[in-house]
């Protein structure tokens, strides 16, 4: 009696469909799998939930080979679902064109009696396909229907959609809102998703680092996620590693060291696939290398590089995110190496398609330019360097991520180049840090420079003159700081004579001596390496 029970179709559907819930695919095949032959409406949930489980787990063949049936054989109103899920597979499978016909071709069997019940799953696949195709207006035109007609499932979903459109028009703030709404929704809702909701959370946890400030601070992702099961399949980890690399970076930006590498060795150790792996594997030698763990961070990254060199790099998006990243490690500590790895991101770069990343052309520029700067920086052409870094702070500005671009003034300063304007990056980029970023390892990076922030003299310095005094604590003489700053020896010297003045002092050798004594140094990445190892 229990296993007839236990096998009863109704019974099974609904253990299936609690299993999709929680992101359980592998688990929720494994269920249909052993159901009896099923007939009407029991046989339409199980395929539905059978097609939808196989596209989430991205066996497109298999999910098109279930749901493409004649829906001739099916009541109007079943056949309709299931041509609507094998659009979404479209659209996700990177045939949105089809996708969009036929959703046309459902809307025209519904005929106008009909379609009413479907108008907003109709609206929100066809947003889908137009974002996946980039025709942004349309997309968000539809997906503006399916959230005011829908119920609370489509209308959920169309936020997100809402979101995805954002980060694509490299409106990343906006994209965060709509993340954290659409989040908001489905916890009012009797939606259950489990990967949605560690979708949104992804996202969430992506802006949240990207756009990091005293308006966006991190609320830690991973401190939501405590309900769902990452252990669950192999897109649940997917996602979970990818929320828990997010708030690894979140954490460092905090200064909280212990945490990052807790959370770092946690989105490695949920990676499902070795490219997975060795992508967070890159993320972490990263994070230790910018924290000052350097011993370790060469040997995570020696590590990647090895594995990365037997990858083929014209698979996916993770082998262009290994690469660059990888690139951007090895940039000052062997330029070689971080072309190499740049050869091999563009390489990836034109093999993936526009529907299989969410990276934008902006945000890819502006990486690009600082590794190119910092791989300038070493050769010793600094005339490049400074260009690509000042290349990639107006983008990182004009994108909104804010210690991406503090992280560019600081590379300025270190490759100073002759300017009518007198530019001083460092100053911009010390502002921004203590206000956003004070715990953080570009606060570390500005070392003894911090001081000049808290003390009422320096504090009122003009920023020539800070200019001045900044290379003065390098060890430049007077002559040398006129040549890196463009300045006359006379200007120079008058300006030394004016910091004299406004520290009470009479020479070179005890205006340093007077400003050491105050707390004030030159910012040194040496001694913040230091400082974080030691800690």
């Known amino acids: 009696m229990h296993n007839a029970i236990a096998r009863h179709p109704g019974v099974l559907i609904a253990a299936a469909q609690a299993a999709w819930e929680r992101g359980a695919y592998d688990r929720c095949l494994a269920i249909l799998d052993v159901a009896p032959p099923m007939v009407g409406p029991p046989a339409t949930e199980a395929l539905l939930i059978r097609g939808s489980a196989l596209i989430r787990l991205r066996r497109y063949s298999e999910a098109s080979a279930v749901l493409t049936v004649d829906p001739s054989t099916l009541p109007l109103a079943d056949a309709s679902r299931v041509r609507l899920l094998l659009a979404k597979l479209y659209a996700n499978s990177s045939r949105p064109h089809d996708a969009l016909c036929l959703t046309d071709e459902v809307e025209s069997a519904l005929g106008h009696r009909n379609v009413s019940a479907f108008e907003a799953e109709l609206a929100y696949v066809r947003a889908g396909a137009f974002r996946i195709i980039d025709e942004s207006e349309e997309a968000e035109r539809q997906a503006v229907r399916a959230q005011s007609i829908g119920d609370g499932r489509w209308s959920v979903l169309a936020i997100g959609i809402r979101g995805y459109l954002r980060i694509r028009m490299t409106a990343h703030a906006q994209a965060y809102e709509f993340f954290r709404q659409a989040l908001a929704a489905y916890a009012l809702g009797t939606m259950r998703d489990d990967y949605w909701e560690a979708l949104m959370l992804t996202h969430i946890a992506g802006c949240e680092c990207q ?63 070795p490219l997975i792996e060795l992508k967070n594997l890159v993320h972490c030698a990263l994070v230790a290398k910018l924290l000052g763990n350097l ?194 020896i006379g200007n120079v010297r008058n300006r030394i004579a004016e910091l004299q003045a406004a520290f009470d002092v009479t020479s070179m050798q005890a205006l340093l001596i007077a400003v050491r004594n105050r707390g004030i140094g030159a910012p040194s990445w040496s001694q913040a390496s230091a400082v974080c190892s030691t800690a």
């Open 211 to 273: 756009l990091r400030s005293t308006a966006i601070p991190a609320t830690y992702a991973s401190r939501s996620t405590t309900r769902l099961d990452f252990t669950s399949s192999e897109p649940m980890r997917r996602v979970g590693a990818s929320i828990f690399n997010m708030d690894a970076w979140s954490a460092a930006l905090d200064g909280n060291r212990a945490a990052a590498f807790r959370l770092g060795r946690r989105a490695t150790l949920l990676a499902p696939t």
């Open 295 to 488: 011993d370790v961070a060469a040997d995570l990254a020696g590590d990647a590089l090895t594995r990365a060199r037997r990858t083929d790099w014209s698979t996916n998006t993770s082998q262009s995110a290994i690469a660059i990243l990888l690139a951007e490690y090895f940039a000052d500590v062997d330029p070689a190496t971080a072309r190499e790895l740049l050869r091999y991101y563009d390489i990836s770069l034109q093999t993936i398609s526009l529907s299989d990343t969410t990276l934008n052309d902006h945000h890819d520029e502006a990486h690009r330019a600082l590794i190119g700067g910092i791989i300038h920086r070493t050769e010793g052409q600094l005339a490049r360097a400074h260009h690509a870094f000042t290349r990639a702070q107006a983008i990182y500005e004009q994108l909104g991520m804010r210690w991406r671009a503090a992280l560019c003034l600081l590379e300025l300063d270190t490759v100073p180049v002759p300017e009518r304007k007198f530019p001083f990056p460092l100053d911009d980029a010390a502002r921004i840090i203590l206000a956003d970023y004070p715990h953080s390892f570009l606060a570390d990076r500005l070392g003894a420079w911090k001081g000049v922030y808290d003390d009422p003299i320096a504090s009122a310095l003009s920023p020539v003159r800070l200019h001045v005094l900044r290379r003065l604590l390098d060890g430049a003489s007077a002559k040398g700081v006129a040549e890196m700053l463009g300045m006359s």
